[in-house]
């Protein structure tokens, strides 16, 4: 199986489920693994083939940050219903990850799998 690949793809939102959370930007890394077929995008070494991460990224960023959300279990969802129905990725691992919520660990997340391959 092909995939694209984007790794800590950084997106400042307002994220939580506190008041004073709901007042400030906050910093979400993101981990995309898309299932794509690589071959006719390889073989023409044309973009219009390609799973572009740019249009992806880009994609992702405004969809997170368009309304003030409480959970990173529901980013994880918007992003996958996302990737599925926009640009037809039948399968994706999304991982979430919220530096600096709790005290004492670098980070917290949650991952999921959806589609299939």
Known sequence: ???????????????????WEKK???TLLIDLDMAWDNRLAAASDSYENALCYETVSNRLTALITENPIELIETVAEMIAHCLQDEFN????????????AIPHAV??????????I
Not at 1 to 19: C, F, H, N, P, S
Not at 89 to 100: A, Q, R, S
């Open 107 to 116: 980070s917290v997340g949650v991952e999921i799998e959806r589609g299939s």
């Open 1 to 19: 199986m092909d995939k694209v690949l984007i790794r800590q793809l950084a997106i400042e939102t307002i994220i939580g489920i506190y008041e």
């Open 24 to 26: 400030l930007h906050q």
């Open 89 to 100: 990725v039948p399968w994706v691992k999304v991982v979430v990850m919220k530096p600096g």
